[in-house]
């Protein structure tokens, strides 16, 4: 084996050794502590200093659009997911109790499917008993609200469309259900 193949074999083995260290990291990470990506953007800043959420107007399942703002007045939970998420399925049952037990109090909860064919986000919507809002995004989308890093994504916006908001990865039902209480005493 020549220094240069040797040399190649090497650098694999440290970038497939990184990796495993990367993954092993992420999976060792507790989400239920909120320090690890819950970027709250709400800590030590007034109200009316939170971001604005970006507007968008996406189809639903039966092909009607669907705009964010049309839920002004109402605290919003934004959730960008994708079918084959372990994480975004485990999540997806708190965001359906969320919507059963504050629907008729002022919450909408609206899931964005990344990437993925209506038909196939349909039959998992059905499988799941998944009775909020379901949209198909786009990388526009994603784009619009800062680059989904990954999935899921969820977004916590207020009653007036700022965000309260943004947790990357997987969160329990109690962390949801602490915003969606604070925002509705707003």
């Known amino acids: 084996m020549s220094t240069k ?3 190649y074999i090497a650098q694999a083995m440290a970038l497939i050794l990184i990796a495993a260290g990367v993954t092993i990291a992420w999976m060792n990470v507790d989400p239920s502590n909120g320090d690890d990506s819950a970027r709250s953007l709400s800590s030590g800043v007034t109200m009316d200093a939170r971001p604005v959420a970006p507007d968008f107007a996406l189809p639903d399942l039966k092909n009607n659009t669907v705009k964010l703002s049309a839920y002004d007045g109402q605290v919003r939970i934004v959730d ?3 079918t084959w998420c372990p994480p975004c399925r485990k999540e997806i049952p708190h965001f359906q109790a969320l919507h059963e037990k504050y629907g008729d109090q002022g919450l909408k909860v609206i899931g964005v499917a990344l990437g993925e064919e209506a038909s196939v986000v349909q039959a998992f919507v059905d499988r799941m008993k998944m009775t909020y809002t379901s949209l198909l995004g786009d990388t ?3 784009q619009q609200f800062g680059g989904i890093e990954a999935i899921p994504t969820t977004f916590v916006i207020d009653k ?3 965000v309260y908001k943004k947790y990357i990865g997987y969160r329990d039902y109690e ?3 602490r915003d969606v ?3 509705m005493a707003e």
């Open 5 to 7: 193949t040797r040399g």
């Open 80 to 82: 960008f997911w994708a």
């Open 140 to 142: 526009q989308v994603a």
């Open 160 to 162: 007036k469309g700022r």
């Open 175 to 177: 962390t949801f259900e």
């Open 181 to 183: 209480l604070a925002l």
